[in-house]
């Protein structure tokens, strides 16, 4: 059974760090692609960032320089290390080991990340 399990998320001052982990279960870890999304209610999800099995990264524009995705397959995780946040980074982020750029595996709950100003 596929599971992913956000953590991490909080409130914290502009300017401040957080650092998120996934957990997954259910499914093999280390030759997936990972991404980390994150979804503004009434708009599609966005992809912040994502790391290969090889550990090749790309991040969207807006995160560039500030974010920083890693992955450890032994304990089957996924990290987004957030540094330099900003009021626009508050939404919901989601991990993610998509089959296809538009199939996705069952999302986990999601962890909530607030950046007050």
């Known amino acids: 059974q596929v599971r992913l399990v956000e953590s991490g998320g909080g409130l914290v001052q502009a300017g401040g760090s957080l650092s998120l982990s996934c957990a997954a279960s259910?499914?093999?870890?280390?030759?997936?692609?990972w991404g980390w999304y994150r979804q503004v209610p009434g708009k599609q999800r966005e992809l912040v960032a994502r790391?290969?099995?090889?550990?090749?990264?790309n991040y969207a524009d807006s995160v560039k320089g500030r974010f920083t995705i890693s992955r450890d397959n032994a304990k089957k995780t996924v990290y987004l290390q957030m540094n330099s946040l900003k009021p626009e980074d508050t939404v919901v982020y989601y991990c993610?080991?998509?089959?296809?750029?538009?199939?996705?595996?069952?999302w986990g709950q999601g962890t909530q990340v607030t950046v007050s100003s």
């Open positions: 993610n080991a998509p089959y296809s750029d538009s199939l996705f595996r069952p």
């Open positions: 259910g499914f093999i870890f280390s030759t997936d692609v």
């Open positions: 790391i290969t099995s090889g550990g090749t990264t």
